[in-house]
């Protein structure tokens, strides 16, 4: 990991807390993984955003 991704990654663990934390570090590690593309990246955050709207609102 960069220490760019290192000082996100503690920037989330210091700020965001449930739900968020846990979609930020996933985009975090997708993001440091080098591997996905920039689609798939944004379909992975559609669907983590949407899971946490449905979670929020039960």
């Known amino acids: 990991m960069s220490s760019v991704n290192q000082e996100l990654y503690k920037e989330i663990e210091n700020r965001a807390s449930g739900t ?3 979609i930020a570090i996933e985009i ?3 993001l440091s993984d080098g591997f996905a593309s920039e689609e798939r990246i944004k379909d992975e955050i559609r669907r983590k955003v949407d899971l946490a709207v449905r979670e ?3």
């Open 20 to 22: 968020l934390k846990n």
């Open 28 to 30: 975090l590690n997708q």
């Open 56 to 58: 929020e609102t039960k």
